[in-house]
């Protein structure tokens, strides 16, 4: 039990309250206690029940509870309602768009108990024929059980990561005399990952099989493994695991056989001769040593993708890729000015006490009320906190920022005047996402379009495994960000990682600057800035091109050369 997984289990017993018509006043106090934890600044795990009764809407119930979740992984209250609820609904309860009341009117009047049969009374349109469902309801129904099934056994990199370290672990120590190496798409920081393949070699390949087989941690799948190959799968999460097996020989083009994707095997490196043909030729010892006789320069692991970088190897063209070190400060961050979990001060310690030279901060404007957004006379009180932080705080910087949302027709949503106000302006869709691709579109080039417009945040808004992202034309959108002076957001979210690394390389190739922002709402959102590193690098991303790579001084100069061109032009 984690902190996270604590807060999980309480939101089901809310859930599962609301689907057995449990007394609505305690509902209310689940939930307001919920969202009082949410918003904690503290490890829930750490608390003693002394400090949990201390926060607003804890009562001595949700006390208990939290505390027999620390030691027992449930309380009696979950329980007793986890024994009157089909185990199949407790998937239907994770279907976006599908609260508890509506799966309890499912229910009771279709019987339907899991995702199978949900699929079935929606293809017979059963579904639409209830009251307040209707036609469309069911299609969206469809779309999110075929999105979610689409997804199975899908987990998103920074999810696995440490799981993945774990298994390379217990490989050293079952086989410590072995040469062992992660390979396939997690070694290429792909955004999700479908299986953990690993390459090991060694002399005693039998014993080395025999051990590894023993793990009781992996389900073995024997009928689809073969004399060099394990498959099977963990059996606490839906992960596949692969392991290859091959001699020390042949260790280094098998690792980079594996390691590569399918099309980056099948590009030719000359006239003759593919990827994958030179690699079989075993002609070299080191990594660098291969690429070194084919005339190409070193491509990194994480570009081996099929993506173009073999041309750019054969001409020398691959740029030193971006690294951390390289940021300078983080933009896109919220507070409490609006749904984040900490203060503008919280957030700029934090910033300057992780080596950082500023912070930009752009809580939600006014139209993103659900979040708190911002109205005028609340970003005035900010913008007066913002300057007394910076006389404190200098030489570190906070830079004055909002995520400003674009309506339908394109327009952010404050004046000029209020518009002018910040040194950067963070434009992004939250709403009506349904939009066709020529709609969608024009929204986003009429926003790209306003001089104020600074950064295009998560440009299609998807959130992987969750939600497809609205549809665009990224050619359209990265030629008119061109056009306009605005750079691109790689929102490093893990959820959205968005721009998406396969529209960095033509983004670059038009002068189009990218930032790697974190969309934090809390100090501990500060961590996702290497995920969007690594979406940077797979497209090639260097320092130079980097918004945050420039320091206070560079980013405050640029922020303000924009706003005088547009001054200027007034």
Not at 101 to 118: A, D, P, Y
Not at 465 to 489: F, M, T
Request: glycine letters at 6%; one cysteine or more; hydrophobic letters at 40%.
């Amino acid at each position: 039990m984690d902190h996270k997984t604590l807060l999980k289990k309480i939101k089901l017993s809310i859930q599962l309250m609301e689907l057995h018509d449990e007394n609505p006043f305690k509902i209310r106090s689940y939930q307001s206690a919920l969202i009082s934890l949410e918003r904690g600044d503290q490890d829930i795990m750490e608390l003693e029940n002394a400090e949990l009764a201390k926060i607003q809407g804890v009562g001595k119930s949700m006390v208990d509870a939290i505390q027999q979740l620390k030691v027992t992984d449930t309380f009696p209250f979950l329980e007793e309602l986890l024994a009157k609820t089909p185990e199949g609904i407790l998937e239907v309860l994770q279907i976006k768009g599908l609260g508890p009341k509506k799966i309890k009117i499912l229910w009771n009047e279709l019987g339907i108990t899991s995702t199978h049969e949900l699929m079935e009374a929606c293809q017979s349109g059963k579904v639409a024929k209830i009251k307040g469902f209707g036609e469309k309801t069911q299609n969206t129904i469809i779309a999110n059980l075929e999105f979610t099934a689409s997804n199975s056994g899908k987990w998103l990199y920074a999810d696995i990561e440490e799981m993945v370290a774990q298994l390379e672990e217990t490989f050293h120590v079952l086989a410590p005399s072995s040469m062992l190496a992660i390979v396939g798409d997690f070694t290429r920081k792909m955004e999700i990952i479908t299986e953990a393949e690993f390459l090991i070699a060694s002399d005693e390949l039998a014993s080395v099989k025999s051990k590894i087989k023993g793990m009781e941690s992996i389900e073995w799948i024997l009928l689809e493994s073969g004399p060099r190959t394990l498959r099977g799968k963990l059996k606490d999460i839906d992960l596949r695991v692969s392991i290859h097996f091959c001699s020390p020989e042949d260790f280094l083009w098998k690792k980079l056989s594996l390691v590569a994707a399918p099309l980056h095997l099948e590009n030719l490196v000359d006239d003759k001769e593919s990827m994958a043909r030179k690699l079989q030729k075993k002609n070299y010892v080191t990594e660098e040593e291969f690429f070194s006789i084919n005339n190409l320069q070193f491509i990194p692991a994480e570009m081996r993708e099929g993506y173009g970088e073999i041309e750019l190897a054969k001409e020398n063209k691959i740029p030193e890729l971006l690294t951390e070190k390289d940021l300078k400060g983080i933009l896109h961050n919220h507070s409490t000015y609006s749904d984040g979990k900490h203060s503008l001060r919280q957030m700029a310690e934090y910033c300057r006490e992780l080596g950082y030279e500023y912070l930009g901060i752009s809580d939600h404007s006014k139209t993103a009320f659900y979040a708190g957004g911002l109205t005028e006379d609340q970003i005035l009180k900010q913008h007066q906190e913002i300057d007394q932080l910076n006389i404190e705080m200098a030489p570190f910087r906070i830079f004055k920022g909002i995520e400003s949302d674009i309506l339908s027709d394109g327009k952010l949503d404050y004046s000029d005047e209020i518009l002018a106000s910040f040194d950067f302006i963070v434009a992004s869709v939250h709403s009506i996402l349904n939009m066709d691709v020529n709609r969608a579109t024009n929204r986003l080039i009429t926003a790209i379009e306003n001089p104020y417009t600074t950064i295009l945040g998560h440009p299609t808004g998807r959130l992987l495994l969750r939600r497809q992202g609205y549809p665009i034309d990224h050619k359209a959108i990265i030629d008119a960000c061109a056009s306009n002076n605005v750079v691109i957001e790689i929102n490093a979210n893990p959820w959205r990682l968005d721009l998406d690394w396969r529209w960095v390389s033509y983004a670059l190739e038009q002068g189009v600057m990218l930032s790697i922002n974190p969309d934090a709402h809390a100090m501990e959102g500060y961590s996702d800035m290497k995920y969007g590193v690594l979406v940077g690098r797979k497209g090639g991303l260097n320092k130079p091109m980097t918004l945050n790579a420039m320091n206070a001084d560079e980013i405050g100069n640029y922020f303000g050369a924009k706003l005088e061109k547009i001054t200027v032009k007034k």
